[in-house]
């Protein structure tokens, strides 16, 4: 009897392990949400802000460097303030004026927890207020820098608005069913204003022509650059701009600042730049298409071809 009920606990335990285990792979989003929405009520600083900042960090990590739930890094200097680093005491920290703080309640700053990671970004970002303007300020001072504190604002603002921190959909920029062209080009000498190699790619088409977001993101920039002509340029969650130029139009009330879905139309094809604001045909109506990452410390193009072949064959 008593051999059999050890069994049954055993057995038990292995099942719920298992079952935890196969959450974890199934639904880490979940577990992360839950884990931010924990913080927004310990903190009041609202749970996709934790999820934004997670995600710019994660952005930033190298691709050798191995992902986790939480891939927020809080550097040394700030997380010890003047306390030896070797620290772990929270009363020792706090005294020297470092940001460790204890999150899961062990007695114990340990920078590589998640729960003191984030309830230690949390308890900074709670010294600065709970509006969206203190927010900002507390990130400005954070990371003494403006696209890193744009970027982290957008991402909080995408994530709240879906209610999910996973944007994973995208497109093809041409919609199916309309006439359209191209090539690699990366790298190519350009006609028009000076030496500058050709930073994207240029899918030929149409005036008027729809031109859809590839990917969900906000909208960063749009309006007149006399190479660009009518261009656009959208920020997605994975620290990458996206760059559409020489526009007919832009999809009617779109604005710096909004929300944009993958497929979206957000302009139409033309041949508008190469001259003051309204110069248009002098070559013939192609959609030039630029990808830009952001590093956190500096912005560069990259090929998008690779990705327009990609999101061709899987988009519907
Ligand atoms: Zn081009």
Do not use: C
Request: charged share 25%; no cysteine.
């Amino acid at each position: 009897m008593i051999k059999r009920s050890f069994l049954i606990v055993l057995f038990s335990y292995f099942l719920l392990t298992t079952i935890a285990y196969a959450e974890e792979n199934v639904d880490e989003e979940e577990q992360k949400i839950n884990l931010f929405k924990q913080m927004e009520a310990i903190t009041y600083v609202p749970w996709y802000y934790y999820a934004a900042i997670n995600q710019y960090e994660s952005n930033i990590r190298k691709a050798s460097e191995e992902k986790k739930l939480i891939d927020i890094e809080i550097p040394d200097e700030k997380w010890y303030g003047l306390a030896p680093q070797t620290s772990n005491n929270p009363s020792a920290i706090e005294l020297f004026l470092g940001m460790g703080r204890d999150g899961d309640g062990d007695g114990k700053t340990d920078k590589h927890n998640e729960m003191d990671i984030l309830y230690t970004f949390g308890n900074y970002l709670q010294g600065y207020g709970h509006t969206e303007q203190d927010i900002k300020a507390a990130l400005w001072n954070y990371y003494r820098r403006d696209l890193t504190v744009l970027s982290i604002m957008n991402y909080a603002r995408l994530m709240n608005k879906y209610q999910k921190i996973t944007f994973d959909t995208t497109s093809f920029p041409i919609p199916q069913g309309y006439n359209y062209s191209y090539r690699n080009t990366w790298g190519d000498a350009r006609g028009f204003g000076g030496r500058r190699i050709h930073e994207g790619t240029d899918i030929f088409a149409n005036y008027g022509t729809p031109v859809r977001a590839t990917t969900f993101g906000i909208v960063e920039l749009k309006g007149w650059n006399k190479f660009g002509g009518w261009r656009i340029g959208i920020r997605d969650i994975y620290n990458r701009y996206h760059y559409y130029a020489h526009l007919n139009g832009f999809a009617e009330g779109i604005e710096v600042g909004d929300v944009v879905e993958a497929g979206q139309t957000i302009g139409s094809v033309g041949s508008s730049g190469y001259g003051p604001p309204g110069t248009s045909g002098k070559f013939p109506p192609h959609l030039h298409y630029g990808m830009y990452k952001d590093d956190g410390k500096s912005e560069w193009s990259f090929d998008p071809f690779p990705y327009l072949k990609k999101w061709e064959r899987n988009t519907p």
